[in-house]
């Protein structure tokens, strides 16, 4: 019997696969691909096979096979071609597929071993990049619409803040300016993923990081500032919490910390409201977040030398 968890919408395998709806039916019908089943109440459900193989196909689609092809492939045969792609952006995909399989079987150890293995030969900043990040994105829509257990959400957090905690811990810190950063979420915030991904890529620089984590109050942002008069502040907002005003919140950080220099990254930085506030800055993009490290790094360098 399959548990309420285990049951994917069609509306699902398009978030995870990336494939429309409407082709999924017209896989369905013109080729035989996939069986949806129904529930009790008449209600069409895929089950954890049919998303691999819905995950697997998209895939294949993806570098030149055509769905005529793969509708005639068993599961091993559709598994065996896509070990045999050799793209480097086809083995990001098929890491980031597996571990999405693997998060809804909860098999921690095995997504453990996808990260170690990614991270031991490219390093914890480039499997952020490459597979972590698009790995939660496309994951995040199940988490936010209910669509799987809240404890597959706290299995995946725990053991990538784990990852990330291990990078950070492995920087040898010799800072090379007096630059110095506060990281922090707002109060009610818990998503911590991204602001450690911040303290990692701020220390790999060498700049003096204070991190409060999650759920701080202003106020107490605010007097820690003061007392070490830190110039640069981050913080990574995930979701927005229930009664949260996120433009009141911004305009507040604005005054209270006007001397420092505030950027915002995350996906809820597309909610926020077009003002200007001299002393918030927005990361909307990677590329964005790379090109402000490599401006604080060259900033610090040259105060480096100054200092020398």
Not at 103 to 124: A, R
Not at 156 to 165: A, D, G, H, M, N
């Amino acid at each position: 019997m399959e548990v309420d968890e285990q049951r994917f919408s069609i509306k699902d395998l398009e978030n995870l696969s990336g494939v429309k709806a409407h082709t999924i039916r017209v896989w369905e019908q013109r080729y035989g691909f996939l069986k949806p089943r129904r529930s009790d109440t008449n209600i069409r459900y895929y089950t954890n096979d049919e998303l691999k193989k819905m995950l697997n196909a998209a895939l294949l689609t993806r570098y030149g096979f055509k769905i005529s092809q793969i509708s005639k492939m068993s599961d091993a045969e559709l598994q065996e071609k896509v070990l045999e792609l050799h793209q480097h952006e086809a083995l990001q995909d098929r890491l980031v597929n597996e571990l999405i399989t693997r998060m809804i079987e909860m098999d921690v150890e095995g997504m453990e071993e996808i990260l170690d293995h990614y991270i031991l030969n490219k390093g914890i900043q480039k499997t952020m990049q490459a597979i972590i990040f698009p790995f939660l994105e496309r994951i995040g829509i199940l988490w936010s619409t209910d669509r799987i257990h809240p404890v597959h959400e706290h299995l995946v957090s725990c053991l990538i803040r784990q990852k990330i905690i291990a990078g950070i811990e492995s920087l040898v810190h010799r800072p090379i300016s007096q630059q110095a950063a506060l990281l922090f979420l707002p109060e009610d915030e818990y998503h911590e993923l991204g602001l450690l991904y911040l303290y990692y890529l701020l220390k790999q620089r060498g700049l003096q990081i204070y991190y409060l984590g999650s759920s701080v109050p202003l106020n107490n942002i605010e007097y820690i500032v003061k007392q070490k008069n830190i110039p640069l502040l981050f913080t990574h907002l995930t979701a927005i919490p229930p009664g949260f005003n996120l433009s009141f919140y911004i305009h507040q950080l604005s005054i209270h910390l006007k001397n420092s220099e505030i950027y915002i990254s995350g996906p809820v930085v597309e909610q926020i409201p077009h003002k200007s506030f001299p002393n918030i800055h927005l990361i909307h993009s990677q590329e964005e977040l790379r090109q402000l490290m490599e401006k604080i790094f060259v900033k610090a360098d040259d105060l480096s030398r100054k200092i020398v």
